[in-house]
């Protein structure tokens, strides 16, 4: 995935286990598979039932974990995080699992998503008195939790997720229990597995894979799913809406060897280029995907297409972080080196170039340049999806139109600014019946709002709180 550079990025990934005397060793591998969710932050926090303890940096896992540093974490139970800076900026103190020492109990949490209400919460409990020590949305659950006049942790924990709106997938972790949330539209993909005796959470099943955990099910919208010495039980914090699962972690997010709700990704993936296929004939030479999100598809494209799928495109996979740029210049460059053109494939071919998506056209561009100026005669662009028209509330960082070029081109104005012969995208209904969710509703189960501006949840919510006064009960 281009992650660095084309504006489109994961929101984060959440890993968690409970009851196993290596927790800190075996988070450190499910966050190593959760790695490409997020680059810019990862951490853990453990416990032995005594105290929580957190390691935690800015880097990717394996700079920010060393051997030595882990063995010094002990305890039965952690939660860990890789972080992509979607709310509140980046910097250390924005690095999750987030934690909270105090007399009366300490708390970390992990938490993938965004919240809508944030700000709104924030500006309730600072004047309630509440000091913020980031800029992290995911610090007002914390504060929610213990300003609740509730009396057990359980109850200020219900309480509290119940006043959040938007996306949320958290792992909270205290000294006696490990507790598990999701949205009530289950905005975000959340698993629950089993390692031996030991319980394992994560954002997804690729990290079960990794450690050699076995999938149990999925975590459901609404639900609060408390882990402890005595077992697991599943309680509700809020009745569950209509399922809304981002669209996105099927099409792009999403690791191909993961399954979300029974669906693997990859196969997913493959069904969308073999509708891509049937809904746009193309005569060509040669299919080709840009690596890696998208060669599912183009497998499946070929595959529908009876036209040779060939390894058009080489990622270099020694890129890193540092293509992070702002300016368009340098993202430009940030392209160039992350990708080149297989010539002998594609000299003198008409080529079908199989993307995910379309964010601001950039990559697009310069990957159809690339193609031309190896030899390509024509390149025809299909995308697995439609067009994304608007901003993402939820954790993508797609959050104003403005940088949308679908949201101010028609698709012939598109095709012209990134220099293809021809540019197609999958329909809105090939899309969701080819993923192949069956939930109730129009939408099967998904949240399709970046595709058609319809958002699942008001995305201005007014939070009913209790006099300001008062304790938020
Ligand atoms: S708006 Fe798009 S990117 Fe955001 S959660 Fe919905 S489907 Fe995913």
Known sequence: MLTEIRSLNEECGVFGIWGHENATQISYYGLHALQHRGQEGAGIVATDGKALKALKGEGLVNEVFTQEKLGEMHGHAA???VRYATAGGSGIENVQPLLFNSTTGSLAISHNGNLVNATELKGHLERQGSIFQTTSDTEVLAHLIKRSGYETFEEKAKNALS????????????EEAMYVALDPNGLRPFSLGRLGDAWVVASETCAFDIVGAEFVRSIEPGEFVIINKDGVRAERFAYPEERSICTMEYVYFSRPDSDIDGINVHSARKRLGIQLA????IEADV????PDSSISAAIGYSEASGIPYELGLIKNRYVGRTFIQPSQDLREQGVKMKLSPVRQVVKGKRVIMVDDSIV???????????LKEAGATEVHVVISSPPIKSPCFYGIDISTSGELIAANNTIEEMREIIGADSLSFLSVDGMVQNIGRTDPGSKCGHCLACF???YPTNIFPTTVLPHEKETVR
């Open 360 to 370: 601001r056209g950039t990559t697009s561009r310069h990957i159809v340049n690339l």
């Open 163 to 174: 006043l959040l709106k938007g996306a949320f997938a958290c792992a909270i972790l205290t």
């Open 278 to 281: 049937k809904e746009f004939p």
């Open 287 to 290: 299919v080709t995907g840009v």
């Open 452 to 454: 058609t501006g319809e």
């Open 79 to 81: 939660i860990g995080h």
